[in-house]
């Protein structure tokens, strides 16, 4: 069955850097778009940056932009976020998903399966 794992969270201070892995299996990954979404408390789920299937096209939220990015390695089935210039807003479970489509949708209805998150706190 297809697993998404994802790694890499936990608890820095404003300015300090993450980098979140997403480990996929039971697919074929190259031929999945990867898409990184984050909850905070009360919030709704919210796109953060997404990825096509061979890396050209990426889609980055605005409010992030020039401190995440992301990539993939497709031969290690593998999706990273690196996230610099933490704020205590980016606090929110980070989740990784997956599109068999190749583009880079922004709404969560789009995307086929789900990892089970990995916190990320940044305190002031």
């Known amino acids: 069955q297809v697993q998404l794992v994802e790694s890499g969270g936990g608890s820095v201070q404003a300015g300090g850097s993450l980098r979140l892995s997403c480990a996929a299996s039971?697919?074929?990954?190259?031929?999945?778009?990867v898409g990184w979404f984050r909850q905070a408390p009360g919030n709704d789920r919210e796109f953060v940056a997404g990825?096509?299937?061979?890396?050209?096209?990426?889609h980055i939220k605005d409010s992030v932009k020039g401190r995440f990015t992301i990539s993939r390695d497709n031969a290690w089935n593998t999706v990273y976020l690196q996230m610099n210039s933490l704020k205590p807003e980016d606090t929110a479970v980070y989740y990784c998903?997956?599109?068999?489509?190749?583009?880079?949708?922004?709404?969560?209805?789009?995307?086929?399966?789900w990892g089970q998150g990995t916190q990320v706190t940044v305190s002031s």
């Open positions: 998903a997956v599109d068999d489509y190749n583009r880079v949708a922004t709404m969560a209805s789009y995307y086929d399966y």
């Open positions: 990825i096509s299937w061979t890396g050209t096209s990426v």
């Open positions: 039971g697919l074929t990954f190259r031929d999945y778009a």
